[in-house]
Structures are given as structure tokens and as C-alpha cells.
């Protein structure tokens, strides 16, 4: 009677372990679906090989100043392992192709490790179609003074951050946006 008793709960935490991660494999292709799928059903053009572009904290800070022009920039923080980000990126993509006409310019910083730039981050920009726009800061390189020099807000202690700047105006967001929330932060500066 034990062994029929133990054979039957050693089976049912198997199927039980299964049933689990088939549902953690699915949640997860959902959400990498989301990022990869281009916002039309035409099959996109060649990939954009990604480019390992380094910024130096100094670098970093030369692009996040005021820049002598009608251009809006709008730089995101983020890493390809935090779930924010990833979430958000979708409305970044829609966004470059909205106003790709007009005089907006994205960057978006990664803060990954650097033992993933040529493997996580790299596969990530070729498969979203942002190798163009992605730089590669060392996040251990960032120190609080960084921060206070570059930001009224945000101290580096939480990701994703945007940073927009049109001339002198400047927001800053901390946490994820809403395709709403960005659409509206960009239109405020028209």
C-alpha cells in the first residue's frame, strides 16, 4: 500500500513539473513573439548587422546634452534580462516608425554585461531591427556622480529610465511606459 501510495505521488509531481514548464516555455515565447514581430505582416527586409558601439561615461554624457538643433532624443535605459524593458520596446519600435519622417532620433543604452553584448544583445538588435540605434555603456563604468551631472530624477538604481531632450526641455521617466504615456511625452514636445 505505501509503495502504491508513493508511486502515485512521485507520478503526479512529475505530470505536475511538466504541466509547469510547458506553461513558463509559453509565457516566454509569448512575450519574445511580442518583440519580434514587425508591426506589418510584409517579411521584413535583411537584418541590420549589430555593431558593437562602446560609449565611455564622458561619451554618454556629450549625447544626453543639449544639442543645437530642432531634433528631439529620446534615450532609453534598459538590459535585455529585465522585463520592463522588454515590455516597453514595442512601443519605442512603433514610435521610430511614426517619426521617422520627422526629426526625432532614439538611442537606447544598453546596460547589459559586457559578456553578453556579442550574444544576448546582439541577438536581440538583429532580431528587433534596432542595431542601428543600440549603444553599449559598461553599467559598473556609472558612478552617482554620472547620475547627478545628467539627471534631475533618476539615480540609476532602477531600469528601464527615458531620457528626452529638445533643446533646454527635458523629461524623464523612471519604470516602463505605455505606448499611451510615450506617444504623449513626445507630442509634448512638438
Known amino acids: 500500500m505505501k509503495k502504491l501510495i508513493l508511486g502515485i505521488l512521485v507520478l503526479t509531481m512529475i505530470t505536475a513539473c511538466k504541466k509547469e514548464s510547458n506553461v513558463t516555455e509559453n509565457s516566454d515565447q509569448t512575450q519574445n513573439d511580442s518583440l519580434v514581430t514587425s508591426e506589418s505582416n510584409e517579411v521584413s527586409a535583411a537584418v541590420i548587422p549589430f555593431k558593437e558601439i562602446e560609449l565611455?561615461?564622458?561619451?554618454?554624457?556629450?549625447?544626453?546634452?543639449k544639442q543645437d538643433n530642432d531634433t528631439l532624443y529620446v534615450t532609453n535605459f534598459f538590459a535585455t534580462w529585465c522585463g520592463p524593458c522588454m515590455r516597453e520596446m514595442p512601443?519605442?519600435?512603433e514610435k521610430i516608425q511614426e517619426t521617422k519622417s520627422q526629426p526625432v532620433k532614439f538611442t537606447f543604452v544598453s546596460l547589459d554585461e559586457k559578456d553578453v553584448w556579442g550574444t544576448k544583445v546582439k541577438a536581440f538588435a538583429e532580431e528587433n531591427s534596432l542595431s542601428k540605434h543600440i549603444v553599449l555603456v559598461d553599467a559598473m563604468k556609472l558612478n552617482p556622480e554620472f547620475f547627478h551631472q545628467?539627471?534631475?530624477q533618476w539615480d540609476g538604481g532602477s531600469i528601464p529610465f527615458t531620457f528626452m531632450r529638445k533643446g533646454?526641455?527635458?523629461?524623464e521617466t523612471v519604470g516602463m511606459m505605455s505606448a499611451e504615456m510615450l506617444d504623449s511625452?513626445?507630442?509634448s514636445f512638438q
Open 56 to 65: 565611455t561615461p564622458e561619451q554618454t554624457s556629450k549625447i544626453l546634452g
Open 91 to 93: 512601443h519605442f519600435k
Open 150 to 152: 545628467n539627471f534631475k
Open 168 to 171: 533646454d526641455k527635458t523629461d
Open 185 to 187: 511625452k513626445i507630442k
